[in-house]
């Protein structure tokens, strides 16, 4: 049996092992472990991964075999040897060709926030994401530091559109949004949600309004799981007039920003909205209380190491929204990572 003593403890321990997992995840991503076993016609022997990796004999047994303690491998032993191969978790998710493939979300996680985090102290003590420290670029522009080069733009742009293969659908469909003709997705990225939002409501025309470097990435790449047509108009959305639309989308846009930035912004599009016209946003909402979810919590600090914002909660979503000038404030809880708010002028 189990006494309240050892609960800490294990939970302690628990805890204190928890970025030993997340290193493991990455390093078997960055080192192509899941597509190795995705291209192989059966299992593979720890010998011939290391060989085909390029990685030592060692570490690839340790690393393979927590990866089979994870459920990210299945390990059986066939003539005296270990064999590994890919579990429904892995072939759904963390494979290249994937449809749902979340491979490059979690190279960014890997790459470029583990860094940050790596001074969540400071960031805490400070008030304020950590670029600086970790890469030592200025932090003054957000997306200058967040898209610190070409590779780093890209490799963002992938993994948030990622996200949208598995929960695009179940965001877009919170609300009928067929009575809105023009939609504005503000910050849309890559245009994987818009064309997710383009290809349920095929009679509605869809808008992306990026900065030009995004937007021009997102030309060259097509990064979504859904084939449907979207415009993209390059802008700034702090400086430049907005497009006109009946509904504007803001998806993990107000999340990066702070309170002042996000009230410019919605009165903005308040100023430019069609009466009859609303605004949709989409993020982890904090429960009103802030004690959970855990996940919205831990992405909160996220947006102290990375952003100048925060998650927020029905109330202060509410107040933001509703001080711009929109009305009828109604908020779905998918039950996801991401959930949805309408609110009209
Ligand atoms: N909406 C997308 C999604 O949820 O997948 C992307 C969210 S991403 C966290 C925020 C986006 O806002 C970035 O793609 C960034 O380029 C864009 N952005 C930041 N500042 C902007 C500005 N001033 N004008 C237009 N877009 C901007
Ligand atoms: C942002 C979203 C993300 C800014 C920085 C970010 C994500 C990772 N880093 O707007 C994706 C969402 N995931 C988390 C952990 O917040």
Redesign the pocket.
């Known amino acids: 049996m189990e006494g309240p003593g050892d609960r800490a403890f294990r939970l302690l321990n628990e805890y204190s092992s928890g970025f030993m997992v997340s290193q493991v995840l990455f390093a078997a991503c960055e080192l192509g472990v899941f597509d190795l076993l995705a291209q192989a016609p059966e299992p593979l022997d720890t010998a011939e991964l290391a060989t085909r990796l390029g990685t030592s004999l060692h570490g690839t047994e340790l690393l393979l075999d927590v990866c089979a303690s994870l459920e990210l491998l299945t390990v059986e032993t066939k003539r005296n040897r270990a064999v590994y191969q890919n579990t429904d978790l892995s072939t759904t998710f963390l494979v290249r060709t994937s449809p749902t493939c979340q491979l490059h979300m979690l190279l960014y996680l890997s790459r470029t926030t583990y860094l940050c985090w790596g001074h969540l102290a400071a960031a805490v003590r400070e008030g304020k994401n950590q670029y600086k420290r970790a890469f030592g670029v200025p932090s003054e522009q957000?997306?200058t530091a967040?898209?610190r080069s070409e590779a780093e733009r890209l490799l963002?742009?992938r993994g948030?559109?990622e996200?949208?293969s598995v929960h695009g659908v179940g965001v877009m469909t919170a609300f009928d949004l067929s009575a809105f003709s023009v939609i504005c997705?503000?910050?849309?990225?890559?245009g994987?949600?818009a064309r997710v939002c383009a290809s349920l409501y095929p009679d509605s025309s869809v808008l992306v309004?990026?900065?030009p470097e995004?937007v021009r990435a997102a030309r060259s790449l097509f990064l979504s799981t859904v084939e449907a047509p979207v415009s993209f108009r390059e802008?700034?959305?702090?400086?430049?007039p907005l497009p006109e639309a009946d509904l504007y989308?803001?998806?993990?846009?107000l999340?990066?920003w702070t309170d002042e930035k996000c009230s410019e912004l919605l009165a903005k599009i308040h100023h430019t909205c069609k009466p009859g016209g609303g605004i949709l946003v989409?993020e982890s909402v904090l429960e009103e209380d802030r004690r959970g979810p855990l996940t919205t919590q831990l992405y909160s600090l996220n947006m102290l190491v990375q952003t100048e914002g925060r998650e927020r909660t029905p109330a202060e979503y509410r107040s933001l929204i509703c001080s711009a000038g929109f009305q009828d404030f109604q908020l779905k809880k998918t039950g996801k990572i991401y959930d949805v708010i309408l609110a009209r002028k």
């Open positions: 957000l997306f967040i898209y963002f742009m948030l559109a996200i949208w997705d503000l910050g849309g990225a890559s994987a949600l309004l990026e900065v995004v802008g700034d959305f702090f400086k430049d989308i803001l998806a993990r846009v999340h990066d989409v």
